[in-house]
């Protein structure tokens, strides 16, 4: 099982980045996914979800209208579009798969750097 997560940065406030997630190794459509961030020295926080099909989104109050959670089942892929990034947005940003219908399981990736900077 893999969650591979590209395109983050260095960014100035204002500015945009798309973050991707390819996933192998375990059937991507039946997994709801999710974005997660920390910054040094805080706890990790959910950013985004979406499920399995992607008719349902969620975002954090911090995020909302600002960033966009997507999915491309045929590519095994979720996306984070971000715009109008703050220097608060500084983290590294997780991929998160769970599948919860009969038993929970949990993939993480290793996460992608984001620095909004000036």
């Known amino acids: 099982v893999q969650l591979v997560e590209s395109g983050g940065g260095l960014v100035q406030p204002g500015g945009s980045l798309r973050l991707s997630c390819a996933a192998s190794?375990?059937?991507?459509?039946?997994?709801?996914m999710s974005w997660y961030r920390q910054a040094p020295g805080k706890e990790r926080e959910l950013v985004a979800t979406i499920s399995s099909a992607g008719g349902t989104t969620n975002y954090a109050d911090s995020v909302k209208g600002r960033f966009t959670i997507s999915r491309d089942n045929a590519k095994n892929t979720v996306y984070l579009q971000m715009n109008s990034l703050k220097p608060e947005d500084t983290a590294v940003y997780y991929c998160?798969?769970?599948?919860?219908?009969?038993?929970?399981?949990?993939?993480w990736g290793q996460g992608t750097q984001v620095t909004v900077s000036s």
């Open positions: 190794g375990f059937t991507f459509s039946s997994y709801a």
């Open positions: 998160h798969a769970v599948y919860q219908i009969f038993s929970r399981i949990d993939y």
